[in-house]
């Protein structure tokens, strides 16, 4: 389980082998052995037992911002795997291996976006059906363009044409669910923090939960997450996270959305800023992160086995490190 501390005031102290979270009166203890991970999305306190008790058990406490994005983590000082692996990684921007892995995770990121409409498209007799089925074809027709794209030595000979038709996908899905969301949350196109609309403020929330499962699963598997390939270097920038988070973003879609459409959403989940931007405050968080944690218990049809979602970028992390220590020619 993920323990989740997002009420204002919430101390946490080690009582024997458990966490004990209280707030005022109220007191709850988490067994260490029965915990994973440790988010604090808000002004909370926790003693030096707690970490030292979290690090013995392999547990990550994770320091989230505003934003849903990790601000810093406390974990153990152990690497994930041999260093043989993040040598042949600073390898991949130069390499035959590095686009193909790029190709295949912006591919991905696309079928997921299908997915996700062909599901929206189930039992739908009005003319959006069809709004739906032309952009299906639309996306395909760019995951074709990828495959086309001849066999290059290095990431830097196709990067800008690869971003071309993963923003072109990118704008046929996203302006297709709003025309299907409902009328007052309607949006134009994707924005960033501070998000334009309500519906991109609890997105990059979503998006910004999940960098964290990404970089510890990277570490767990050996891989070095600053070290990226379709993303550039720059100073303290997890550039693999933002690569790897492409292929992942569509089950964040599916659950914003669906809070959306099934009127779960609520205005005063969000509070605007000065310049009209919209943020997810403290209750539309909780619901946000509460459906997250149910659909990490999730099982799906993934690459050809049933396997819970919480345990998929692990899976995806561990074959793509296995993949890069047998290829000889990095």
Known sequence: ????????GTYISKVGECFQVKKDKLKQQYSARKVEQILMTTKSALTTDVIELAIENNIDIVFLKSTGKPLARVWHSKLGSISTIRRKQLFLQDNVMGVEFVKEWIIQKMQNQISHLNKLSVNRRDNRKDIIKEAIEKINTQI???NNIPKAKCIEQVRDTIQG???NASRIYFGVLSKLIPTEY??????????????????????GIMYSNVEKACILSGLDPYIGIMHTDNYNKKALVFDLIEMYRGYIDEIVFKLFTTKKVKKTFFDRVEDGGFYLNQEGKKLLIGKYNEYLQKKIKYKGRNIEFQNIIQYDCHNIANRILKEEAV
């Open 1 to 8: 389980m993920k323990l989740i501390i997002n009420t204002p």
């Open 144 to 146: 074709k363009n990828i």
């Open 165 to 167: 038709y993963e923003g």
């Open 186 to 207: 309607k949006f134009s196109g994707r924005s960033k923090n501070p998000a334009k609309d309500e519906f991109n403020a609890m997105l990059n929330y979503g998006y």
